[in-house]
């Protein structure tokens, strides 16, 4: 009898020790991961982390209407691919985009490429969404083919 009452108690200590580590301050789990995987990232002033593999050419400006023609990949920071396109080449309107997609694509031209560590307030915030847990911070692999 005395096991069964202290299962739950178990239980409760389990849950509250691994909701910790999501609770950790994404500036940390960002540079934990840069430097874990020797990733060449810069920090923008609103807390986006970048790496520019491949800048492109041209000087587009990016009006509000722009239109972004891309393949991309988004991870979590576990390496777990939450969205790809499908494998093809899709097009958005880059003002309906998350935040951290704003403030990172205007960093490259049209036949560039940039990766984005993107902290949670940049991306979804604590609303998960699909098979992304609140409060995540994302990686994404971008490529450009075309601004309009």
Known sequence: ?????????????V????????????????????????????????GLYYQIIKPGSGSFTYPNN???SIKYEGRLLDGSVF???????QT??????IQGWRIGIPKIQK?????LIV???LGYGSSSVGPIPGNSVLDFTIQLSNTQ
């Open 83 to 89: 969205d790809n396109g499908g494998g093809k080449e």
């Open 66 to 68: 722009t239109k972004i």
């Open 111 to 115: 036949g560039g490429e940039i990766r």
């Open 15 to 46: 849950a509250m020790v691994s909701s910790c580590k999501k609770d950790e301050d994404p500036e940390k789990q960002i540079t934990d991961f840069i430097k874990q995987n020797n990733i060449n990232a810069v920090r923008d002033d609103s």
């Open 119 to 121: 902290p949670p307030g």
């Open 92 to 97: 958005f309107n880059l003002a309906e985009l």
């Open 1 to 13: 009898m005395f096991k069964f009452r202290l299962l739950p108690i178990l239980l409760l200590c």
